[in-house]
């Protein structure tokens, strides 16, 4: 299995940037898919996870309301559409896939099979 991300770049406070992540080597529509970020001297921190089909979804508290996560399983990607970018949105951003869905858990890192290799977002102030 492949994950690649992009989109990320240089943002002003309260613009927009739209993440994708390309998965291959395996049936995309199997995965649950999730969003991770890590800002420099901090701890891998969940963002977003979507459902197999993208019926559900769900968000870390400080990028709710602002984030958007939906997926094509036409196109095998996962997206993070990042609306009001702040500063403390600064970090690596990182896709991760796993087959099995155990709710309590699909926050935590450790739970994810696979990764992408991320990309930096930075939010300037």
């Known amino acids: 299995v492949q994950l690649q991300a992009s989109g990320g770049g240089l943002v002003q406070a309260g613009g927009s940037l739209r993440l994708s992540c390309v998965f291959s080597?395996?049936?995309?529509?199997?995965?649950?898919m999730a969003w991770f970020r890590q800002a420099p001297g901090k701890e891998r921190e969940f963002v977003s996870v979507?459902?197999?089909?993208?019926?559900?979804?769900y968000y870390a508290d400080s990028v709710k309301g602002r984030f958007t996560i939906s997926r094509d399983n036409a196109k095998n990607t996962v997206y993070l559409q990042m609306n009001s970018l702040k500063p403390e949105d600064t970090a690596v951003y990182s896709c991760?896939?796993?087959?099995?869905?155990?709710?309590?858990?699909?926050?935590?890192?450790?739970?994810?099979?696979?990764w992408g290799q991320g990309t930096q977002v930075t939010v300037s102030s």
């Open positions: 991760a896939g796993v087959q099995s869905w155990r709710a309590s858990i699909m926050m935590t890192p450790a739970t994810y099979e696979y």
């Open positions: 080597g395996r049936a995309f529509s199997t995965f649950a």
């Open positions: 979507i459902t197999f089909s993208g019926k559900n979804t």
